[in-house]
């Protein structure tokens, strides 16, 4: 099988810009994370679009749209309680991540402006262009294979959720719905939109709670964490913290619901941001052949998780 990875070259016409606009990135702060290494991100996704452009006249627009107005009135606090009460019991299977890997081939992301391809090959152009970059944080490789992972409960063996309430963009609930959230006008249609319990700024939370303690919409990023979670991984804290909000937008893109982060929450951000860079941009048609990385993802594979986890 064959996967699509974007390798670009570290040299080009403006190379020594992009050197001095990455010495400028660098704050002052001697723990702060250098965001920019060899990847150059591509101006374009697979449709000749702008990433993340959801006004952009694609032939997936209108299917993208719909797709968030369901997911916005089906995220309510009392759906996110039954799903993680129903699918933390880790009762569906028991398989490896690479099973799980292989399972996700049949699918592909609808609420993805950016992406049509089989899910496997978005995970392995992630992992790979991390590697590239940041070649000895194998525990970031392995959580660029893994992070969605999660995809799964699109699967008949595992309820065949619809995809509103597996992918997109995820947020939390309880709260006041920050409109910085793709397609927000459709909240209005959520019934906790108007519950004053759930309508406010901080909701059925208080400032510095910690994200840990906050109940985020349903999908495939709080049920891989769940898993990673329960079975015992050995990732760190950081890995965590990128499985179960590298689709947090609202947070990492327009810095909303900061008030209710705590200090390990700040901590992890700096690793979720340089994760993020290479989740949204390595989405590319450049061939990678699986076979011949496949034996280092199961090194890791072997030295972060039991060979056998249940889901």
């Not at 374009?44 to 702008?50: A, D, E, R």
């Not at 799903?83 to 028991?94: A, H, I, P, Q, V």
């Not at 609808?110 to 992992?127: G, K, N, R, Y």
Request: charged share 30%; net charge negative; aromatic share 14%.
């Amino acid at each position: 099988m064959t996967i699509l990875i974007d390798y670009h070259s570290d040299h080009n016409d403006s190379g020594d810009d992009i050197v001095e606009k990455n010495k400028e990135s660098v704050t002052e702060e001697e723990t702060e994370l250098v965001l920019d290494g060899g990847f150059v991100a591509p101006h374009t996704n697979s449709f000749g679009h702008t990433f993340r452009d959801y006004d952009a006249q694609s032939e997936r627009r209108r299917s993208v749209e719909e797709f968030y107005k369901t997911n916005h009135i089906g995220q309510t606090v009392d759906f996110v309680r039954r799903m993680r009460d129903e699918y933390g019991k880790l009762n569906r299977t028991e398989m490896s991540i690479w099973e799980c890997c292989e399972l996700l081939n049949e699918f592909v992301d609808e609420s993805d402006p950016d992406l049509d391809e089989p899910q496997i090959e978005h995970l392995l152009q992630t992992a790979e262009a991390i590697r590239k970059d940041y070649p000895d944080e194998d525990w970031l490789h392995l959580t660029g294979l893994i992070h969605d992972l999660g995809k799964v409960l699109l699967h008949p063996s595992f309820g065949e959720l619809p995809q509103w309430a597996v992918v997109g963009d995820t947020y939390p609930v309880g709260c006041a719905f920050d409109e910085s959230i793709v397609h927000h006008k459709y909240f209005k249609e959520n019934p906790d939109f108007n519950n004053p319990s759930y309508n406010t700024k901080y909701g059925i939370y208080t400032e510095g709670c910690g994200l840990d303690n906050v109940f985020m919409s349903w999908g495939h990023d709080d049920y891989m964490y769940l898993v990673a979670k329960e079975n015992k991984t050995t990732l760190p804290s950081a890995g965590l913290f990128i499985i179960r909000y590298h689709s947090f937008y609202a947070l990492h893109k327009s810095e909303a619901y900061k008030h209710l982060m705590n200090e390990e929450d700040r901590e992890n951000m700096k690793w979720l941001k340089v994760f993020n860079k290479f989740d949204l941009y390595s989405k590319s048609k450049v061939r990678i052949n699986v076979e011949e990385v496949k034996p280092y993802y199961l090194s890791l594979i072997n030295k972060y998780f039991p060979a056998k986890l249940k889901w």
